[in-house]
């Protein structure tokens, strides 16, 4: 288990005792977003940059200035490849290599923060989340935006992509669900509104829907 906190460590933990067996210092910055590629782990951080760590002794790797302002989101969509998502409005695509990030691209389509990133493998769709209250496709092949969806005064905090649907957590507390098969082309939608405030946090364990929010509350939906 690895976690990040705004005391600007992060954190390897065993699973069998829950004891912490490494501390990583990450000097002036905190870390708000991470993600493993190919045996490293990739960290974002509130002063824009993109670190690389090994996983195997936690040694740093590689250093870059990747955005202007806080790196909310990271998303996996190849063995060599990470997407990055920030508060600078921007998502940028990374070829990673063990010495250094290579830009491939950069994506302009929000107007506000991104906050929330997912990848859909089969589909070969980035899926992005914004302030702004868009989500926004993109295919992976040419990384060119292929749909947007948006509402008012709804900004997009968490998003996850699990089996046929597509799960995103509003700063309004809805949790909206959409079908893969229909999202291109159609609005249409299942929204959730059990929380009572900004839903921050999505996972599905054992096929049940587990969502979390700024109204201190942890809901679980499922069959």
């Known amino acids: 288990l690895i976690s990040a906190s705004p005391d600007r ?9 829950w004891s912490t067996i490494r501390i990583l210092n990450t ?18 951080s509130d002063d824009g940059c993109l670190k690389s760590w090994s996983v195997t002794g936690w040694s740093l790797l590689r250093t870059v200035t990747a955005h202007l302002h806080v790196v909310w989101a990271l998303a996996r969509y190849s063995s060599d ?10 998502i940028k695509v990374w070829k990673v290599s063990r010495n250094d990030f290579a830009l491939i691209t950069t994506i302009t389509v929000h107007k506000d923060e991104v906050q929330a990133l997912t990848v859909d493998q089969k589909n070969h769709w980035l899926i992005a989340g914004s302030d702004d209250g868009r989500i926004s496709i993109h295919d992976c092949k040419t990384w060119t935006c292929i749909r947007t969806l948006g509402w008012e005064s709804r900004a997009v905090l968490s998003l996850i992509n699990y089996g046929s649907k597509i799960i995103a957590g509003l700063g ?20 959730l509104e059990e929380h ?23 809901k679980v939906w499922g069959p």
Do not use: F
């Open 196 to 218: 009572k405030n900004c839903v921050m946090a999505l996972a599905v364990v054992d096929s049940k829907l587990v969502t979390a929010g700024y109204d201190r509350s942890i």
């Open 27 to 44: 000097g002036k910055s905190a870390t708000c977003s991470m993600a493993l590629i190919d045996g490293k782990l990739i960290t974002g």
């Open 9 to 17: 460590t992060i954190r390897i933990w065993s699973t069998k005792t």
């Open 81 to 90: 490849v990470i997407i990055s998502g920030s508060s600078d409005t921007t």
């Open 172 to 191: 309004n507390g809805v949790v909206s669900i959409w079908d893969k098969s229909t999202i291109l082309t159609s609005d249409e939608c299942l929204n």
